[in-house]
């Protein structure tokens, strides 16, 4: 695969109703708590490393949908929500959410575009990573951070 430069910055997250969120202050505090998580994806993969962290002890359901799994972690079907900090931001604003993010627990990730190199030749993603590195220093990058309430990857 062709890994572009990276788009915009991010994290994994964990949130959680007021009653769960305020009592998680380090990861050996989510033992014991029921973790909704989006699956298989990065963001369980992420999880899966903090688990071995806490010697494979958390217990993790596995969710196919990121509205479902919110919504359900808001009926309080889960303890905590582990996923995308961005994503899950949105949703809590879009829906009035009371849901609360852990602060200081998860991991940050960058989003890059991928390519496979059977569909694109090197030339051409030599083209493409130049054309992202012009959309950066013109600062459309940026913009669309700004307008999805994102965080661009382009240091000033």
């Given amino acids: 695969f062709f890994y572009s430069p990276a788009i915009f910055l991010t994290s994994y ?11 998680v202050k380090k990861y050996s505090d989510l033992l014991g708590l029921n973790i909704g998580v989006l699956g ?12 071995e962290f806490v010697g494979g002890k958390l ?7 990121l509205p479902s799994l919110l919504q ?8 905590v929500a582990y996923v995308n900090a961005d994503a899950a931001r949105f949703w809590i604003q879009r829906h009035r959410s009371d849901l609360l993010e852990i602060p200081n627990l998860g991991e940050k990730i960058d989003y890059h ?3 496979s190199k059977k569909a694109i030749s090197q030339k051409q993603f030599d083209k493409i990573t130049n054309d992202i590195g012009e959309l950066q220093k ?7 951070a700004k307008k999805y309430n994102l965080k661009s990857s382009v240091v000033k």
């Fill in 138 to 144: 013109s600062g459309f990058i940026e913009d669309v």
């Fill in 72 to 79: 359900k972690t808001a009926n309080n079907n889960y303890s």
């Fill in 13 to 23: 997250g964990f949130f959680g109703q007021e009653k769960y969120a305020t009592k």
């Fill in 59 to 65: 217990k993790m359901s596995p969710e196919t949908s």
């Fill in 113 to 115: 575009f991928v390519f």
């Fill in 40 to 51: 298989p994806s990065a963001t369980s993969l992420s999880l899966d490393r903090i688990n």
